[in-house]
């Protein structure tokens, strides 16, 4: 959880907060968000999530993310996940613009959506106050004519 916006949660926290994420099943509103599960496909085991946030019906934009297990990290797996949902916010909710938001400490997540294609739009400097200390946040973005699947 280093490089995200929340402390690590116990066991608890986690089945209330997976509760909420497995009833999230359809993007049908400004607002809505979908996370869906990243696996293995020979043991299906569970190493991760992504997610599509539809953040604007009337501008047409959304926000993708995604969180791997650490011993994960390297083999594409972010890169494959994040790169469905750009096809599901462009090609499924015809989107406009797409954006993904990262600690700007985070370089191998910079590097993901640098691989997808998407631009550095903002490097906010200290804009955040997270686990007590400020923090740097880089912007990316797509446009829809910009995707290519």
């Keep these: 959880a280093r490089y995200l916006y929340w402390e690590p949660r116990d066991r608890d926290a986690v ?6 994420k497995t009833g999230r099943t ?3 509103a400004e607002g809505d968000a979908i996370d869906l599960a990243i696996t293995l496909r020979d043991t299906g085991a569970l190493i ?4 599509l946030i539809w953040t604007s019906a009337t501008h047409r934009q959304g926000e993708i993310g995604y969180v791997l297990h650490p011993d994960h990290h390297g083999h594409g797996y972010a890169t494959e996940a994040a790169r469905e949902m750009l096809r599901l916010g462009f090609d499924g909710l015809h989107l406009h613009r797409l954006t993904g938001r ?4 985070n370089t191998a997540s910079a590097r993901v959506l640098e691989k997808l294609g998407m631009r550095r739009e903002a490097h906010l400097i200290d804009n955040e ?5 400020w923090t740097s946040e880089l912007i ?3 446009l829809d004519h910009e995707w290519t699947p």
């Excluded at 089945?15 to 909420?20: G, M, P, Q, S």
């Excluded at 990262?102 to 400490?105: T, V």
């Design 102 to 105: 990262l600690d700007a400490r």
């Design 26 to 28: 359809a993007l049908l």
């Design 129 to 133: 106050h997270v686990k007590g200390e």
């Design 15 to 20: 089945r209330t907060f997976l509760d909420k």
């Design 48 to 51: 991760g999530n992504c997610l």
């Design 140 to 142: 990316y973005a797509m």
